[in-house]
């Protein structure tokens, strides 16, 4: 046997794993969605907001107008903003006659240790328990998320029909420039190789992750994970929390084409920078997993376009299989993005550029500049 034809087969070995032993994690489906309750618990949302005044309108006026049957309120955390964030949250709130249900708090100076979204979740929880607010349940989104009408209503029929202690939803990202066309159908396909949704809603698995864009989650269940303060240093906190909470009882992670995230990535630079604050957080800040994460995704996603194009025989074949193979998996993704089908077989292309950020990601933690965002570094503790 051949060394080109070793790789093409361990190629076409990995993807034949991927599609048919990794919860299905390819296939971008929706969840039915479940029977409401009898009862509807009180929940406040906590919002926290960093120079978000070109966005946080539109998400404050969004969960405003939700139509939720039970006691609702909206806590925007305003973390030092110096763009007026905090009153263009207040306009929007005016302009939907809402204002009563909209309270806005400020964050105390970022401590050591806390990444900073952490800080100011915490601190908006914190600060409504100081005044006696004790609600059934705790919705925590960012300031760039618009919440269609019914969302908050389909969330809580979920968690208490299914008896859940968290539920979370991997919103809508943004597709429209080119980069954001070439990226983020594989972003979150990626996602959910790596944290695949059928497993981690599976309660007899280890497999936990949320999407930190919008989670709801019981009260008694976030006091129970001990909070934010027990992942506070967390870059990847939304997976965090749901390793924290599953610990004592189900979660659920789902998609939805409704719920949006207004954040925009109209370069290639924006969605590297993105990738490459955490990236290496996800391995670990190890060395020897960054290198085996390259060449394991050499053998996935480089190695079957170069032999099929370039190598002979049967390995040529073998790769091709496999190509095909890895084209088909993320064909339902670009489907689920409205996005072509002729991205499909470029996805090597794709994962070169996530592979490339994920080593200066690597090269940024060793500079001492890992976890930068809104111009706070997050280090290693």
């Not at 060394?3 to 919860?23: K, Q």
């Not at 100011?120 to 269609?148: C, K, N, W």
């Not at 979660?251 to 630079?269: D, F, K, M, Q």
Request: glycine share 10%; net charge positive; proline share 6%.
């Amino acid at each position: 046997m051949t060394v080109a034809l070793a790789i093409a087969l361990l190629s076409l070995a990995i993807w034949l794993v991927l599609l048919f032993g990794r919860g299905l994690f390819w296939r971008a489906t929706l969840d039915p969605l479940p029977e409401p309750p009898n009862a509807w618990p009180e929940v406040i949302a906590v919002v926290p907001a960093r120079d978000e005044a070109a966005v946080v309108g539109d998400a404050v006026a969004s969960l405003l107008r939700q139509d939720y049957p039970g006691a609702f309120r909206v806590v925007l955390v305003d973390d030092h903003s110096t763009d007026g964030t905090a009153e263009q949250a207040k306009i929007a709130a005016r302009a939907v006659g809402q204002s009563d249900r909209l309270t806005v708090l400020g964050a105390r100076d970022l401590p050591p240790g806390w990444s900073g979204k952490l800080w100011a979740l915490s601190e908006g929880v914190r600060q409504e328990r100081d005044m006696g607010s004790t609600p059934g349940l705790y919705l925590f989104t960012d300031a760039d998320i618009v919440h269609h009408p019914t969302n908050l209503r389909e969330l809580v029929s979920r968690i208490e029909a299914e008896k859940l202690d968290m539920a979370s939803l991997m919103v809508l990202l943004r597709c429209h420039s080119f980069a954001e066309r070439m990226l983020i159908p594989a972003f979150v396909f990626f996602f959910a190789m790596l944290y695949p949704f059928r497993w981690s809603n599976d309660r007899s698995k280890g497999t936990a992750a949320a999407a930190g864009g919008c989670i709801l989650i019981r009260r008694e269940a976030y006091e129970r994970a001990g909070g934010y303060e027990a992942i506070r240093s967390e870059l990847i906190d939304d997976c965090a929390l749901a390793r924290q909470v599953k610990r004592g009882g189900p979660i659920w992670l789902g998609l939805t084409r409704e719920t949006r995230s207004l954040r925009a990535y109209p370069r290639l630079g924006d969605i590297w920078r993105m990738v490459a604050r955490t990236a290496y957080t996800q391995l670990g800040y190890s060395p020897w997993l960054l290198g085996g994460t390259v060449l394991g995704m050499a053998a996935t996603y480089v190695a079957p376009p170069v032999l099929a194009i370039f190598g002979g025989g049967l390995a040529a074949i073998v790769a091709g299989v496999a190509w095909i193979a890895m084209t088909v998996a993320f064909l339902p993704m670009l489907r689920f993005y409205g996005r072509s089908w002729i991205w499909a077989p470029l996805l090597p292309v794709i994962a070169g550029v996530y592979l490339l950020a994920t080593v200066d990601s690597a090269r940024r933690h060793w500079r001492g500049k890992g976890g930068e965002w809104k111009g706070r570094v997050q280090l290693r503790t």
